[in-house]
């Protein structure tokens, strides 16, 4: 995969997104004109209506590949579009869950259920990062029973806390603790 697609929407992508990408389970097989209408979204970020048209037209020829989730993700969430942004992340939610084959409803997902323990398992890490995109959308648009939950549920499948969970929970506690004053 040449060149990054997401330059223009607010910096370079990170190690995760790039790892996904070039991976032939999530980044493979992305049609040359889908990739195109990506590219040409982040060229002309700055253009709203023009980059969405871009990002739509991308979606039409690959609807459910992780290129096309990202970008949109990523565009809705830079442009402040915050309730566009938490759309796609249940989608991608649900595209992880049938990747890494879980039950449907990511909140009876198990510890044993996939190799979430395991950083180098691309899967696994994708359901993960697309939870805590989830976690985090809900608590910003003020869902925080369910940015809670979602991150309740990282950390019990992610002891170790290498996706950052606990970082919502604390501020979901300083929340609480505020409002108890």
């Known amino acids: 995969m040449e060149g990054p697609l997401f330059e223009g929407f607010g910096g370079a992508s990170d190690a995760v997104e790039r790892s996904i990408l070039a991976s032939p389970l999530l980044g493979g097989g992305l049609p040359a004109e889908a990739r195109a209408h990506l590219d040409r979204a982040a060229e002309r970020y700055h253009l709203t209506d023009v980059a969405e048209t871009h990002l739509f037209q ?50 009876r997902v198990r510890a044993e259920d996939a190799a979430f323990g395991e950083w180098e398992a691309l899967l696994p890490r994708f359901f993960l990062f697309s939870l805590k995109g989830y976690a985090y959308l809900s608590m910003r648009l003020g869902k925080l029973d369910e940015g809670r939950e979602a991150a309740e549920k990282l950390l019990e499948l ?22 108890d004053e």
């Open 158 to 179: 992610d002891p170790r806390d290498r996706i950052g969970a606990q970082v919502l929970i604390d501020v979901l506690d300083r929340m609480e603790e505020e409002t």
């Open 58 to 107: 991308a979606e039409a020829i690959a609807p459910d590949h992780a290129a096309v989730l990202i970008a949109l993700y990523r565009f809705y969430f830079y442009k402040g579009r915050l309730s566009e942004a938490l759309d796609v992340a249940r989608v991608c939610v649900e595209k992880a869950l049938r990747l890494n084959v879980l039950d449907e409803n990511w909140r």
